[in-house]
């Protein structure tokens, strides 16, 4: 069982920059494949950004360069540095871990709300 925690949402103006955080309980995250999603109100949970464990990244076009995905597995934690910020990126932005073929990722946190507004 993993445990995923999200952190670092918040009010951001157009424009600015944000990160946020995600740390995995256990001690197998360095094998994990990670993502990050965000909902918008209305709005289908989407793919933002995903990570395997050999550091090969996929981001969805609506964010390339912009967002930026890494991981430190010394501290069991997946980030996402957000620039050039849009009023349209306000969503709740979830972790995820763990992706199957047909099944979509494993484990879930509980997301952290980014709102871009002036």
């Known amino acids: 069982q993993v445990q995923l925690e999200e952190s670092g949402g918040g009010l951001v103006q157009p424009g600015g920059s944000l990160r946020v955080s995600c740390v995995a309980s256990?001690?197998?995250?360095?094998?994990?494949?990670m993502a990050w999603h965000r909902q918008a109100p209305g709005n289908q949970r989407e793919l933002v950004a995903a990570?395997?464990?050999?550091?090969?990244?996929y981001y969805a076009d609506s964010v390339k360069g912009r967002f930026t995905i890494s991981r430190d597995n010394g501290k069991n934690t997946v980030y996402l540095q957000m620039n050039s910020l849009k009023p349209e990126d306000t969503a709740v932005y979830y972790c995820?871990?763990?992706?199957?073929?047909?099944?979509?990722?494993?484990?879930w946190g509980q997301g952290t709300q980014v709102i871009v507004a002036s």
């Open positions: 990570i395997t464990s050999a550091g090969v990244i």
């Open positions: 995820a871990a763990d992706v199957r073929v047909g099944l979509g990722y494993k484990y």
């Open positions: 256990g001690n197998i995250f360095r094998i994990l494949p």
